[in-house]
Each structure stands twice: as C-alpha cells, then as structure tokens.
C-alpha cells in the first residue's frame, strides 16, 4: 500500500521501518520539527537514511501541511506517536484516512501519560488502542485493542518497551491491513467509561514518605524511567528509580518514623513507610549519576535512623 507516516522519536522510526520492511511505499513523512538544542528526531533520521520525503511543518493545521498530503496521494495515513494536533481537514485527505495508536485501552486513560498512570494507580493491566482520530483528544472510533498485563514490579520503561512498544508497531500493520481492505469495524468509545489524566510531570512523581507503602512504591515504578519519581534527602534533590517491597505482616514488627532510615545494605537502603519498608535500590541525585543508594547515602553521611528530612551532617574537624 502507499501511504504516509506521521510520528516521531523512536515508535515513528520503527513504524516505519516496519511497513518498509513488508514492502509497503512510504509516499511521504510528516514529524514535527526539533526544538533549539534537541537530538534529532529518529523518525526523520530513518526517513533520511532511506531518502524519503520528510516534512516538518510547526503545525499540521495550515494549508502547507494539507496541500503536502493531498500531493502525495496516499491511500492511508499512519500516526504513529503524534504530538501536534492533526485536524479532520487534514486526517480524511487519504483515501482510506488515517489510523492512530494510543498507549491505553480508550476510552481510559486518554491523554499525554497514559502508560504512567495505570502503573501510579495500581491497576493490573493496560493496553493500547489503534483508532480514528477526530478532533477530541484520543476520543475516535475504535478499530484495535490488545490487552497488556501489568505485573507487580513492572515499571513504565518494562511495560512499554518489553510491551506497548513492540505490540504497537504490529498492531499498526494488522489495522492498516484492515482498514486498506475494507475489513475493520469502527467501535464508537463508551464515554460513560472514559477517563482523562494529564500529563505526569515532576510535581506529580514527588514522593509523600507518609503515604501507604503501595501508592508509594506503585509511583516509584510509574515514574522510571520518566519523569523519575522524586523526594529531598538532606536538601538535596534525589530521583528514585529500583525499589523493592516490604510489607509489614505483624505489629511487634513496626519500627521507627515514616521517612526514616532503617537499614543500610551493601547496595540497597530501607526506608519505613506506612505499612512497611521500601528498599530503595538505584537513585540519581540532581547534577549526578545514577548511583546504588548505599553510595549516595553514605557518601553524604546518613546512618540508619537518620530521617531523610534531616540536614546534612556538618564535617568532622581536622
């Protein structure tokens, strides 16, 4: 089939390189242009490595954008991890429109953070959708699903890289084949069942040391390895990313203060929180490299029963 791919990073570049590799024509690649200072764009990279013709429009609203697609003359359009807002004067110029993939199973989790969140809540699964885009935000019909669990250690970089990723380039070529074919269903979303969440930023994956042990830990691993959940250790910024687990089973078992120390292993240190320990086993402290939390914290002299609110011990007189 010929069509074109609008995208970016490196889910546009393996899109692409997928329908490349069947022997589909690419006509043509849309992806949004790179701000002052950032690394390339994989997807323009790989479209330039096979000398296609790439686009970089600042917006896909304008005429320039839509007359660039009906040049083309594509039979369908793939949106493969699209950030600008693509209009319907410009997703219905192929002749078969275009698909979308999103990391949830819509009408959930709609919006810009969707793999982070299921993990955040807690939730046992996830997915990711192919469907029609329209002029709401992630609210199109339908045309693919496929269901991912959610594991009781996976992290956001497990769940999509090891998943959503992988998947989502193969489900983008079954629902091309579909929709080319005259083969799909358009499903309308259930709009009593959906739900929006924001984006999960760095005031959102700040950890309460007073919270429950599970929406502690569930934040840990929703974050890593983005945006890296995060708390102030002796006032110095710290991201948190390999934890483990430990649940209190008994009274007689509880020691200490939430947000205190109460252990310090050969690679790993405990903190207590509410309803047990959360072993905190690679951290990254601001300006720093990702170091064991046995290094950090005994490179900045903390001991068990120090709480991570305490200031730094003063040096010791020469």
Known sequence: ??????????????????????????????CAPEKAGAKPDPLRLAAEKEGLKVFQFPSLKGEPAKQALKELDVELGVMAYVLQFAPQDFVTIPRHGMIQYHPSLLPVYRGPSSINWPIIKGDSKTGLTIFRPNDGLDEGPVILQKTVAIGPDDTLGSVYFNHLFPLGVEAMLEAADLVVAGKHREIVQDEDKASYEGWCKDKEAQINWHAHIDHIYNLIRGCDPAPGAWTTI?????????????????????????????????????IIVQGGQVELLKVKPEGGAKVSAAEFFTSIGFNVGNALTDPLPLPEAA
Do not use: C, N
């Open 234 to 270: 002796g006032g110095i910024k710290v991201r948190i990313y390999e934890t483990r687990k430990h649940p209190v089973r008994r009274f007689e078992d509880v020691r200490g203060k939430p947000g205190e120390i109460s252990a310090i292993g050969e690679k790993g240190v405990s």
């Open 1 to 30: 089939m010929r069509i074109a791919i609008i995208g970016q990073q490196a889910f546009g570049a393996s899109v692409l390189e997928a329908f490349l590799k069947r022997g589909d024509e690419i006509a043509g690649v849309f």
